[in-house]
C-alpha cells in the first residue's frame, strides 16, 4: 500500500500547525507560561513521533518528493532531512524543558515566546527539507526572524534588544549574499533545484564555472556567518551573550545543526565536481576559527561568553570535516552529522545547566560565582563537569568520539596539517574547561549559605543528557545490542547516502 504523500509531511505540519495555534492562545490571559509550554510539548512529541514513524516504516534509505505536481519537487523526505528533523524536533524539545524553571521565573516572558519557538523550528525543519535555493532562503529567514525577536524578547533588558538589533542587522546582509548567489547560480544554470544544479555543473564541467562559483562563494558567505566561522564570528559573542540563557542554547546547539544540514546537501550534491575551488580558502578559514575562538575562551571571565567562544572552535572542528569531505566522502560527511549530535548534547546540557542554576538560587555568571559549587550542588556540579569533558574531547564521552571521527578523517584525506591544529585546539581548550572544574571542586564558596531544593523537571532532563554523553562514548561496552554510538554512526552513514537515491 503506497504511503499518503501527506504522512511524509506530518512532521512539518504539526509543527507549523502548533506554531499558529500558539499565537492565537496567546491572545486568551488564561493560558499562562506552564500551558503553553505543555502545548507546545504536545506539538512537538506528535512532529517527532510522525517523523520517527516515516524512519521505521520507509525503509533505512529513502528519498521522497510529496505532493511534486504541488511543490515542483521543492521539497524533499530522505532519510538525510528526517535523522536532521529529529534532532531539531529534539532541540526545541530540551529547550522547554530545561528552560520552563526560568521562563517562569521572569514576568517578561508570555505565551507568544513559545510560537515564535515552533516557528523558529519550522524554518529549521523546512530548511533540511529544501530542495531549492528560494525554498531554503525563505526557511532560513523564517528561522532567523523568529530567533531576532526570541533575543529581544525581555524587552526590559537592554542588553537583549542590543543582541537583538545587531542580529537583525547583520543577518538580513548575510541573507542578502544568499540571494544574490542564489540568482548567479539561476543567471548561469537557469534552475534553482538542487540535483538539477548539479546535473548542469556535470554536463558542463569543461565550460567556464566561473558565474557559479561567484553564486557559490557567495551562498557559502551566509553560512559561514550563520555558524560564526572566521572572519564572521564577532557577532557572535555580543549576540549570544545579550539573549536570555535558553535562547543561546537554542541557538548554539539546535540552529547550527540546521545550517549545517542544509550546506551539506547542497554542496555534496551539486557543488560536488566543484568543490575543489573552496578547499584551499577553506584550509585558512579553519586555521584562524581555531586559533581565534581559542583565543577568545582563554581570555573570557564570564563562563557564557567562554562557551560562546568555544563554540567558535567547535566549529572550526566541524569545517575540518568540511574540508575532507573531497578525499573521503562518506565518512568525513557521517562524521559532521555525528559531531553535531555530539555538540547538540554537551552545549544544550551546558548553557541549560546554567540556566536553570541561575533561574533557581543566585546568578552565575563569572568563573569565581562557581566556587565551590560542588560543596553547594554536587549533582549540578557532576553533570556540569560531564558537559566540560564532552566538549573538551575528553575519552569515555561522546565528543572524544565525534573528534576521533574528524582528526582521524583528516588524516585520511591528507590533511594532517588541520589534523594537528585542531588536536592543538583540543589541548589548549582544556584549560578553559577544566578552569571550571577545578573551580567547582578545588575551591570554597565563600557563602555556605543554604540553597533551596532543586525543582520541576529541568534536573531530570539535564541528568538525562549528561547520562547520554557518557552512553555515546562508551558505546555497546556495557549491554550488547543497545543503541550507542555505532548506531549514530550507521545512520549517519545511511543519511548521507539517501542524498543520492536517484
Not at 524587552?155 to 546582509?173: C, M, T
Not at 540552529?255 to 560536488?272: C, E, M, S, T
Not at 573538551?392 to 591528507?414: H, L, Q, V
Not at 531530570?460 to 543503541?483: E, R
Amino acid at each position: 500500500m503506497q504511503t499518503p504523500d501527506i504522512t511524509y509531511l506530518l512532521p512539518l505540519f504539526f509543527v507549523g500547525v502548533g506554531a499558529i495555534l500558539l499565537m492565537i492562545l496567546s491572545t486568551f490571559k488564561n493560558i499562562n507560561i506552564k500551558k503553553g509550554a505543555i502545548a507546545s510539548l504536545v506539538f512537538l512529541t506528535l512532529a517527532i513521533v510522525s517523523n520517527i514513524y516515516n524512519l521505521n516504516t520507509l525503509g533505512d534509505i529513502y528519498s521522497v518528493y510529496p505532493f511534486s505536481d504541488v511543490f515542483n519537487n521543492m521539497i524533499v523526505v530522505d532519510t538525510y532531512a528526517s535523522y536532521f528533523s529529529t534532532i531539531l524536533i529534539l532541540g526545541g524539545i530540551l529547550t522547554i524543558l530545561i528552560g520552563l524553571h526560568y521562563f517562569q521565573r521572569r514576568k517578561e516572558f508570555t505565551v507568544e515566546f513559545f510560537s515564535l519557538l515552533l516557528f523558529s523550528v519550522f524554518g529549521m525543519m523546512l530548511l533540511v527539507h529544501a530542495n531549492e535555493l528560494i525554498t531554503a532562503f525563505i526557511a532560513l529567514e523564517i528561522a532567523s526572524i523568529s530567533l531576532y525577536i526570541m533575543i529581544g524578547f525581555e524587552k526590559v533588558i537592554d542588553k537583549r534588544i542590543e543582541a537583538s538589533y545587531k542580529y537583525l542587522v547583520l543577518g538580513s546582509l548575510a541573507g542578502v549574499f544568499f540571494l544574490l548567489g542564489s540568482s548567479f547560480i539561476y543567471g548561469a544554470t537557469g534552475t534553482t533545484s538542487i540535483g538539477e544544479i548539479g546535473i548542469f555543473v556535470s554536463n558542463n564541467i569543461d565550460s567556464n564555472m566561473s558565474l557559479i562559483i561567484l553564486g557559490g562563494t557567495m551562498i557559502l558567505i551566509t553560512f559561514l556567518f550563520k555558524i560564526a566561522a572566521f572572519p564572521f564570528q564577532n557577532w557572535a559573542i555580543d549576540v549570544y551573550d545579550g539573549a536570555s540563557l535558553p535562547v543561546t542554547a537554542f541557538m548554539a546547539a539546535t540552529f547550527k545543526a540546521a545550517v549545517f544540514g542544509f550546506i551539506l546537501r547542497l554542496v555534496l550534491v551539486d557543488f560536488d565536481l566543484i568543490r575543489d575551488f573552496w578547499d584551499d580558502m577553506f584550509v585558512y578559514i579553519i586555521i584562524f576559527t581555531l586559533a581565534y575562538g581559542s583565543f577568545l575562551a582563554i581570555i573570557q571571565k564570564s563562563l557564557k561568553r567562554m562557551l560562546v567562544s568555544s563554540s567558535i572552535v567547535h566549529t572550526g572542528y566541524l569545517l575540518i570535516a568540511f574540508v575532507s569531505i573531497g578525499v573521503i566522502g562518506e565518512n568525513a560527511a557521517s562524521s559532521i552529522i555525528f559531531y553535531l549530535v555530539a555538540y547538540f548534547l554537551s552545549a544544550l546540557g551546558a548553557f541549560g545547566l546554567i540556566a536553570y542554576i541561575s533561574s533557581e538560587d543566585q546568578l552565575r555568571i563569572t568563573y569565581d560565582d562557581f566556587r565551590g559549587f560542588s560543596h553547594i550542588r554536587p549533582y549540578m556540579a557532576a553533570m556540569l563537569s560531564v558537559f566540560m569533558l564532552s566538549l573538551a574531547g575528553i575519552p569515555s564521552t561522546i565528543g572524544f568520539i565525534g573528534k576521533f571521527y574528524i582528526f582521524t578523517g583528516a588524516i585520511e584525506s591528507g590533511n594532517e596539517i588541520l589534523a594537528i591544529v585542531g588536536i592543538t585546539a583540543t589541548f589548549v581548550s582544556v584549560y578553559y574547561y577544566f578552569k571550571l572544574i577545578a573551580v567547582m571542586y578545588f575551591y570554597r564558596s565563600p557563602e555556605m549559605t543554604d540553597v533551596p531544593p532543586l525543582k520541576g523537571i529541568a534536573p531530570l532532563v539535564i541528568a538525562v543528557i549528561a547520562l547520554m554523553i557518557i552512553w555515546g562514548g562508551i558505546g555497546n561496552t556495557l549491554i550488547a545490542y543497545f543503541p550507542g554510538v555505532d548506531f549514530l554512526i550507521d545512520m549517519a552513514k545511511l543519511s548521507y547516502k539517501s542524498l543520492f537515491i536517484l
